[in-house]
């Protein structure tokens, strides 16, 4: 288990790294370049920052429930298992981050596989780093005058609705 863990360990401590290196790592570059809404890629920028921000906040809420209100592994790795899933699904097929959904995955894998509260707390604590730097990349990275852009096209697509904005 031992060396599952340390692997895992190193693992988000090189993506973190390069995250924080400002990097375009794979992630970032594939949802920069990921066109949705009006072929803008500001729309899935938000919201994959989003879900990185969530990501972020649920590992803590991990954290939380073995730390602060003293629950039992076992019990915490049951909410761990269904969480962690989840964020994987959507990581990887809504928003292309498949580094990120890959970590997740090895990292669910290491945590039910932890037998103490240290490593528990040691896992989260790092992914709940990464999580936070991802999300910081992503808000840097979002291009902002595309907002502008779908604004102006919203004038020629509902000029009354635009009217209304400005008055």
């Known amino acids: 288990m031992a060396n599952a863990l340390e692997t895992v360990l190193k693992r988000i401590s090189t993506m973190t790294d390069a995250v924080r290196g400002n990097t375009l790592t794979s992630d970032l570059q594939r949802i920069y370049n990921r066109k949705m809404a009006n072929d803008q890629s500001f729309t899935v920028m938000i919201f994959g920052m989003a879900q990185m921000q969530k990501l972020h906040a649920d590992v803590r809420l991990l954290m939380q429930m073995v730390e ?11 909410v761990a298992e269904g969480m962690l899933t989840g964020h994987e699904g959507i990581l990887r097929k809504r928003y292309e981050l498949t580094d990120a959904a890959d970590l997740v995955r090895e990292a669910k894998a290491a945590l039910l596989a932890v037998e103490n509260k240290e490593d528990w707390s040691r896992l989260l604590t790092q992914m709940y780093l990464y999580a936070n730097d991802v999300t910081h990349a992503l808000a840097v990275l979002i291009p902002w005058h595309e907002l502008a852009v779908a604004f102006e096209g919203s004038r020629t697509v509902n000029p009354a609705y635009a009217q209304r904005l400005v008055n």
């Open 68 to 78: 602060t209100y003293g629950l039992a592994l076992s019990d915490v790795k049951k």
